[in-house]
């Protein structure tokens, strides 16, 4: 299925400090990813990995410094609008999920969409199915709580395919995982991303999933090293 059109990444001049830190957190002079590229962000623990996530999807604005994709500085919009172009443009794997309880594996994979247009479009709820049903997921009905971890992370997986983004970020993505859930879901990670055309950035300690991503990005103390 042909993703919506893939923006491709102009990082410039970017500085993020925290109050209480010296150093700042991330000091980047430039950073070009293309569409379609599919990129592991790798680094010792605090060297600013979930830092540079945050500020790739806008859930963090840098101090200084500019963060475009296809043209749309994210730096420059309002938290709002910052939302709606996340909602639309990122999809989001976490190392904990941040699965919903109490909803099922459908319902989960369908809540962004619902929150993010109060309604959903025609061809959502079997785009869900099918992404579901792609990942190993039989019974959309269960309950989250009630599936194993693996299981949760394929779910998420599905979620952040469903609104068809043309970037997938994933930060420690099998994590929290033991070796064959953690196997499966990068595999599926990478078709599924492929298949989608999408751009894949990746923080991530996995060294079964790191040779399998085109590029490295190796972070240090907040900069990028060759
Ligand atoms: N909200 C915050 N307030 C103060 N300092 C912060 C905050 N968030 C991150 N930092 C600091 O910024 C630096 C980078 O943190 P970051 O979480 O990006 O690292 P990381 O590479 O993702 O680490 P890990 O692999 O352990 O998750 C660290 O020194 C951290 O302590």
Known sequence: MPSEAVPALVLADVELRFPGLEQPALALASLTIAPGETVALVGPSGCGKTSLINILTGLEVPQRGSVDWSGTDITRLSQGARDRWRARHIGLVMQEFHLFPG?????????????AHFRLTDGAKPEAERLLRRVGIDRLDQPVETMSRGQMQRVAVARALAARPGVIVADEPTASLDADAGESVAALLLELTHEAGATLIVATHDPHLVPRLHRLLRLESGRLKD
Request: aromatic share 0%.
């Open 103 to 115: 909803l099922s594996a459908l319902e989960n994979v369908l809540l962004p969409q619902r929150l």
